[in-house]
């Protein structure tokens, strides 16, 4: 399993961190006339992990979890603008917009609300040994 760059313990967090992380790299790579269908694809991954990120948190009853969605939905509105200013940046900008103005706010998100609340999970992923779980 490749890490994120703060991992948690928590599979669904650090699998789908890990993904959105490289999908925020790739900006730099992709070809200007693809960068407005990657950003499609990143909030759609966002939104998709939140989804996952938020089952999860419900299955393992997790008590801030009312919290955690707002934060959520704060990260989804903060996100749209980005997206709605997208189309009238440069190329290079929209690289930017993508690699540092969405990649920071997701970062910030790992290191606040995702971290506080993968202190209630009591299954954590072991990555010492792989593919295995410690109480
Ligand atoms: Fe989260």
């Known amino acids: 399993m490749k890490l994120p760059q703060l991992p948690l313990g928590v599979r669904v967090m650090d699998e789908d961190h890990y993904v959105l992380e490289q999908m925020f ?25 939140f989804a996952r990120e938020e089952a999860e948190m419900e299955r393992v009853g997790v ?12 990260l989804l509105d903060e996100a749209k603008k980005i997206a709605a200013f997208f189309p009238s940046a440069e ?17 910030d998100h ?25 109480a």
């Open 91 to 107: 190329p290079q900008g929209q690289r930017g917009l993508i690699a540092f103005n969405l990649a920071q706010l997701v970062a």
């Open 25 to 49: 790299a790739q900006a730099a790579r992709i070809a200007d006339s693809g960068l407005a269908a990657h950003l499609d694809a990143i909030l759609a991954e966002i939104a998709a992990h």
């Open 110 to 134: 790992v290191a606040g609300p995702d971290r506080a609340s993968s202190d209630f999970f009591v299954e954590r992923v072991d990555y010492s040994a792989p593919d295995r779980r410690r």
């Open 63 to 74: 008590p801030i979890l009312a919290c955690h969605r707002v934060q959520h939905a704060a």
